[in-house]
Nanobody
Framework: VQLQASGGGLVQAGGSLRLSCAAS????????VGWYRQAPGKQRELVAR???????NYVDSVKGRFTISRDNARNTVYLQMNSLKPEDTAVYYC??????????WGQGTQVTVSS
């Protein structure tokens, strides 16, 4: 499975961005897709995750502001980010959890929120 992340950029606080994660390859082997982020000097953290059955979960800091969704026809998972805060600044990565414990990572996309 190959993942292509896009959609990052520079936005003012309170603004919105939508990240996209396009998957190719053995799509049927994917059990879940997650968006992670890593800020300078911090550990990578899971931001949002969507399972193959459609259920979702979010880290507390983004609940009510971020929404993860998917378009099966396009093999793409989105992360809609609203009401962005400076502390959301990070490199965002998408990750696919696959059968038998394998996983795939996309390249990061930078999100910068100015105050």
């Amino acid at each position: 499975v190959q993942l292509q992340a896009s959609g990052g950029g520079l936005v003012q606080a309170g603004g919105s961005l939508r990240l996209s994660c396009a998957a190719s390859g053995s799509i049927s082997s994917i059990n879940a897709v997650g968006w992670y982020r890593q800020a300078p000097g911090k550990q990578r953290e899971l931001v949002a995750r969507i399972l193959s059955g459609g259920s979702t979960n979010y880290v507390d800091s983004v609940k009510g502001r971020f929404t993860i969704s998917r378009d099966n026809a396009r093999n793409t998972v989105y992360l809609q980010m609203n009401s962005l805060k400076p502390e959301d600044t990070a490199v965002y990565y998408c990750n696919a959890e696959r059968r038998f414990g394998f996983e795939s990572w996309g390249q990061g996309t930078q999100v910068t929120v100015s105050s």
